[in-house]
């Protein structure tokens, strides 16, 4: 058999690899020099990107959030939802500072009920946009299990397309995995180096934990980083999409599924006596 390669050449050679096979995820990080991200709750950007933005921070590059809202309706709260959701923001600030993100809005919508609010949160995404000049946008995922994700993901791609139309530069959009893990990744990026930024960005979280465990995500990092070092070390997963795919892929999520066909009508039992006899 082949020798395994040294553990310290093995990122390398996986990235290398993953070039070459088509079918593979990229593990390379974005060419990005100013990034946005879109966070519908306090915590999911430490969730679902937090390796990413603490790596990309440490490469000097400028990353601003847009918390959507203050995650009142934490469930198992006993603060009430105005406190509950001044604490939240408030840990969504430190969890911030820790990975290196700027916060550039929070918007205060009510937790549970963005999708009402869609024309005001597409105009502030798409604000922050032409503001802040991002060459990569990440939001979460169309298939996320939450509708306040969903809301926030069709808001930024609508922000986008509206965006380009003004004649802006291109701006590439990254969807991020938090409630629903991602099945076909198209990036999977080795957060190894940086997992301890990220686990102190999820600690900053002290309100959010009262509802679970948020340290849960770690185990789909260390799982992602079989794509990254074999299974040794930690990684984050993306599906890199244009605004318009996303908006098909929410649609058709969204769309009620078909009925299934009635099952055929049982027919009763034949009898010994009415058995056909052949002659």
Not at 69 to 83: F, M, N, P, V, Y
Not at 237 to 251: E, G, M, N, Q, R
């Given at each position: 058999?082949l020798?395994r390669?040294?553990?310290r050449?093995l990122?390398?050679?996986l990235?290398?690899?993953?070039?070459?096979?088509?079918a593979a995820p990229?593990l390379?990080?974005p060419e990005?020099r100013r990034?946005l991200?879109v966070?519908p709750?306090p915590?999911?950007?430490?969730i679902?990107?937090?390796?990413?933005l603490?790596?990309?921070?440490?490469?000097?590059?400028?990353?601003d959030?847009?918390?959507?809202?203050d995650?009142?309706a934490t469930?198992?709260?006993?603060l009430?939802g105005?406190e509950?959701g001044r604490r939240?923001r408030?840990?969504?600030?430190d969890?911030c500072?820790?990975?290196?993100v700027?916060v550039h809005?929070?918007?205060?919508?009510?937790?549970g009920a963005v999708?009402?609010h869609h024309?005001?949160l597409t105009?502030?995404v798409?604000?922050a946009v032409r503001t802040?000049?991002?060459?990569?946008?990440l939001?979460?995922?169309?298939l996320e299990?939450?509708p306040?994700?969903r809301a926030?993901l069709?808001?930024?791609?609508?922000?986008?397309?509206?965006?380009?139309h003004t004649?802006?530069?291109?701006v590439?959009?990254?969807t991020?995995e938090a409630?629903t893990?991602?099945p076909?990744?198209?990036?999977?990026?080795?957060?190894t180096?940086?997992?301890?930024v990220k686990?102190?960005?999820?600690?900053a979280?002290?309100?959010?934990a009262g509802a679970f465990?948020?340290?849960?995500c770690?185990?789909?990092?260390?799982w992602?980083?079989?794509?990254?070092r074999a299974?040794?070390?930690?990684?984050e997963a993306?599906?890199?999409?244009?605004?318009?795919?996303?908006l098909?892929?929410?649609?058709?999520a969204?769309?009620?599924a078909?009925?299934?066909?009635?099952?055929?009508?049982a027919?009763?039992?034949v009898?010994?006596?009415?058995?056909?006899?052949?002659?």
């Amino acid at each position: 058999s082949l020798p395994r390669p040294p553990e310290r050449a093995l990122p390398a050679l996986l990235e290398v690899a993953a070039a070459l096979d088509p079918a593979a995820p990229s593990l390379l990080l974005p060419e990005a020099r100013r990034v946005l991200i879109v966070v519908p709750h306090p915590d999911d950007e430490s969730i679902g990107a937090g390796g990413l933005l603490a790596r990309l921070a440490a490469r000097g590059v400028r990353i601003d959030a847009v918390l959507v809202t203050d995650g009142e309706a934490t469930i198992g709260s006993r603060l009430g939802g105005q406190e509950t959701g001044r604490r939240r923001r408030a840990e969504f600030v430190d969890a911030c500072a820790t990975l290196g993100v700027g916060v550039h809005a929070t918007l205060t919508l009510p937790d549970g009920a963005v999708a009402d609010h869609h024309p005001t949160l597409t105009t502030a995404v798409a604000d922050a946009v032409r503001t802040l000049g991002p060459d990569l946008v990440l939001a979460p995922w169309p298939l996320e299990a939450h509708p306040d994700h969903r809301a926030a993901l069709r808001a930024s791609a609508e922000a986008l397309i509206g965006v380009a139309h003004t004649g802006s530069g291109a701006v590439t959009l990254w969807t991020y995995e938090a409630h629903t893990p991602i099945p076909n990744p198209s990036h999977v990026i080795d957060i190894t180096d940086h997992v301890d930024v990220k686990r102190a960005a999820l600690a900053a979280h002290v309100t959010a934990a009262g509802a679970f465990d948020l340290t849960a995500c770690l185990a789909l990092a260390r799982w992602r980083s079989l794509a990254t070092r074999a299974g040794r070390g930690e990684a984050e997963a993306f599906l890199a999409l244009a605004p318009d795919a996303a908006l098909t892929l929410l649609a058709a999520a969204s769309a009620p599924a078909a009925p299934l066909a009635p099952a055929p009508a049982a027919q009763p039992p034949v009898s010994d006596s009415e058995a056909e006899v052949p002659a």
